[in-house]
């Protein structure tokens, strides 16, 4: 397996459902990150890891917890989420750089995550 | 508050010709630029980045054009093939792990 892997690709949740995304990267990278994506809205940076400590948490609502247990894997944790929630969930790695991330990123293919 | 945006939301070229990307941007102080894209089904994808003290970058089929004059990038494509058909966002690193990524131009390519 290599570049970045996301699973599942798809999901579809209830309002009161708790599930995990899961993201692992193959890149030897030392920052992930997890994005938000709807439609005609630019990508929204949502949480960065670097060397598994969370360096930014872009005001997302509680009902998203993020997990990193090591810098190959992240973990976004959903529940009680909304219809607006629905979105495509990207994750991300890159270099890093002491507190810089200023680096190209490799993304994964995303969740489609739909909450009804 | 800071920026990143592209010029047109969709562009259609004949297969062939170059395509032009343009992105406008707001803070001066990104040391880089990167373009990436994101074909249907897939995550955004890499392409090539430029420092800010560079004028233009050349890679495979691509040019990135920086003026930091007025503020504008544009990535050119040579000989647009269908396979270029995807949505294109420039972006600019901010402090810490931060980007800023414009809202994409969708590229189509006719045969």
């Known amino acids: 397996e290599t570049g970045v892997t996301q699973t599942p690709r798809h999901l579809v949740m209830g309002m009161t459902n708790k599930k995990s995304l899961k993201c692992e990267q193959h890149?030897?990278?030392?920052?992930m990150y997890w994005y938000k994506q709807s439609a005609k809205k630019p990508l929204e940076l949502m949480f960065v890891?670097?060397?598994?400590?969370?360096?930014e948490n872009n005001s997302v609502p509680s009902r998203f917890s993020p997990e990193c247990p090591n810098s190959s894997h992240l973990f976004l944790h959903l529940h009680t989420l909304q219809p607006e929630d629905s979105a495509l969930y990207l994750c991300?790695?890159?270099?890093?750089?002491?507190?810089?991330?200023?680096?190209?990123?490799?993304f994964g293919p995303g969740t489609r995550l739909t909450v009804t | 508050g800071e920026s990143v945006g592209l010029h047109l939301p969709t562009l259609s070229v004949q297969e062939g010709d170059n395509s032009i990307i343009n992105c406008a941007y707001s803070?001066?102080?990104?040391?880089?630029f990167f373009w990436y894209k994101q074909e249907s089904g897939k995550g955004p994808q890499f392409i090539i980045d430029?420092?800010?003290?560079?004028d233009k970058r050349q890679g495979q089929r691509v040019t990135v054009l920086l003026n930091k004059t007025v503020k504008h990038l544009s990535l050119q494509i040579a000989a647009t093939q269908p396979g270029d058909s995807a949505v294109y966002f420039c972006?600019?690193?901010?402090?810490?792990?931060?980007?800023?990524f414009g809202a994409g131009t969708r590229l189509f390519v006719k045969a």
């Open positions: 430029i420092r800010s003290n560079m």
């Open positions: 890149l030897g990278h030392n920052a």
């Open positions: 803070n001066s102080a990104s040391d880089y």
């Open positions: 890891y670097n060397f598994k400590e969370q360096t």
């Open positions: 991300a790695s890159s270099q890093a750089s002491g507190t810089s991330g200023a680096w190209e990123q490799y």
């Open positions: 972006a600019a690193p901010r402090r810490g792990f931060k980007t800023i």
